[in-house]
């Protein structure tokens, strides 16, 4: 079993920053990539950012030049660094792994900006 624990959510008024961190455990065999996922109320998760093992990344249109993803493959871990938040961020954010072509998820923490 992988298990995947996040932390770093909150809330924050507009401009502010946050920071998401996730640590993957258990069955770490060969993770390809990591990255984090977000989902509104209502609305289908979508890609935030990713990051694959070979150090390249992809980023939502909506976050480029104020999120920046960071993973150390060493500690099996991901952080989401959350510049320039805006209220349209609040939403659900969830880490993912995926190893072998599976897909493994984190529960979730709560991001709200808000004045």
């Known amino acids: 079993q992988v298990q995947l624990v996040e932390s770093g959510g909150g809330s924050v008024q507009p401009g502010g920053s946050l920071r998401l961190s996730c640590a993957a455990s258990?069955?770490?065999?060969?993770?390809?990539?990591m990255g984090w996922y977000r989902q509104h109320p209502g609305k289908q998760r979508e890609l935030v950012a990713v990051?694959?093992?070979?150090?390249?990344?992809r980023y939502a249109n909506s976050v480029l030049g104020r999120f920046t993803i960071s993973r150390d493959n060493a500690k099996n871990t991901v952080s989401l660094q959350m510049n320039s938040l805006k209220s349209e961020d609040t939403a659900v954010y969830y880490c993912?792994?995926?190893?072998?072509?599976?897909?493994?998820w984190g529960q979730g923490t709560q991001v709200t900006v808000s004045s």
């Open positions: 990051r694959s093992s070979g150090g390249s990344t």
């Open positions: 258990g069955s770490i065999f060969s993770i390809n990539t």
């Open positions: 993912n792994i995926n190893q072998q072509l599976r897909d493994y």
